[in-house]
């Protein structure tokens, strides 16, 4: 059975290097690198006293990994304005915290080597609990980049499957 069904003579996976997050409607700028999106789901031991002496194992509670975002430092103030609306400094008693809106969606969405949408993620009720505002700083560095990263705690994601398999492109030789 073939593993794509749209394009059944592509063989190889997606590749990690083309994704793309958006809050607000909008993309954010200059992305370089997203965690992986993980739950965990906890195991709950039971048994009767009536049973041998083995356990039982059932579904409990399930949790989100935080998600971290980071990108190249540039004058894009979007990462310190959403954290600053969880913390804001010197902003006076009782008006710290922007609390009708200092939780988002976001969208992660991933494309193909041609830049087509294939997947999609929707993540729910985001927050910033922490902020870098610049990476390390390394005077005998001579090709690293200055990095700002937030760190989104969340409440759940899922897969959007309204996003369809495209029909890839294929270039036709003379």
């Known amino acids: 059975m073939p593993q794509f069904s749209v394009n059944p003579t592509r063989f190889d996976p ?3 290097f083309k994704f793309r997050i958006k809050w607000d409607g909008k993309y954010v700028a200059g ?4 965690s992986a999106l993980k739950r965990t789901t906890e195991v709950v031991l039971h048994r009767e006293g ?3 002496n083995t356990f039982r194992h059932a579904p409990g509670l399930t949790s989100f990994e935080p998600i971290i975002l980071k990108r190249g430092l540039t004058h894009d103030m979007e990462f310190e304005r959403w954290v600053n609306k969880v913390w804001n400094f010197g902003s ?4 710290e915290v922007s609390l009708k809106d200092f939780r988002k969606d976001i969208i992660l969405e991933l494309c193909n080597e041609a830049g087509q949408l294939v997947m999609a993620w929707k993540i729910y009720r985001c927050w910033p609990s ?4 610049v990476s390390d700083l390394d005077s005998n560095g001579n090709s690293s980049v200055a990095i700002e990263s937030i760190t989104l ?4 994601w899922e ?3 309204d996003v369809a398999e495209p029909t890839e492109p294929s270039f036709n030789e003379p």
């Open 14 to 16: 997606y590749k990690n």
């Open 31 to 34: 992305l370089s690198d997203v």
């Open 159 to 161: 897969r959007d499957y």
């Open 50 to 52: 009536g049973e041998p």
């Open 130 to 133: 922490e902020y870098v505002a």
């Open 153 to 156: 705690q969340n409440e759940g």
């Open 92 to 95: 006076g008693l009782g008006s």
